[in-house]
């Protein structure tokens, strides 16, 4: 297993693991279904070292993006003192290898390299079943609520209910 960051090659293979798993949140809580990307969007994350890969066998078996700041979801916790981790999209042929778990392990070494104090991510919508996956791979719950301003956010943030995570370094 290597994690590593995304390159431009790696966006057709990015785009069609997104497809996969906005499927697969069509039948499993549809209420939260992510938008089609942008290509200049995700080729911006990539260009900026901020997309990675998790690869077994030369396969690309997860993919997730980082951000540095994120005002909009996180309001006024937002003080440039986490990496935030956001669309991780798992292989349909590598699901059920608890990737959540490993990114959350690789993330904290990755965000204390950074001098940073916090790994945070988000979802929308009260899913129960990913709110006690992701406390299961080490985040803690720290509730939900809808965001002041989301205009300038993904479609499937708008009018959302946001549940934060977030691991203490």
């Known amino acids: 297993m290597i994690i590593t960051n995304s390159v431009l090659d790696d966006i057709p293979e990015i785009f069609r693991l997104y497809k996969f798993a906005t499927d697969y949140q069509k039948i499993t809580f549809p209420g939260n ?17 901020r997309q990675f890969k998790l690869i077994i066998d030369n396969k690309i078996a997860c993919i997730w993006a980082i951000t540095y700041n994120d005002p909009q979801i996180w309001e006024e916790r937002e003080n440039n003192d986490a990496i935030y981790l956001h669309r991780i999209a798992t292989n349909p042929d590598f699901r059920g290898n608890n990737f959540v778990k490993i990114i959350a392990d690789w993330s904290k070494e990755f965000a204390e390299k950074e001098n940073k104090k916090f790994v945070r991510m988000d979802t929308c919508g009260q899913n129960d079943r990913l709110i006690s996956h992701y406390k299961n791979c080490g985040f803690n719950f720290l509730g939900m609520k809808k965001l002041k301003d989301s205009s300038d956010l993904q479609e499937h943030y708008q009018n959302a209910d946001v549940c934060y995570f977030e691991i203490k370094l």
């Open 33 to 49: 279904v992510w938008p089609e990307f942008d290509k200049d969007f995700i080729a911006t994350e990539v260009l900026e070292n």
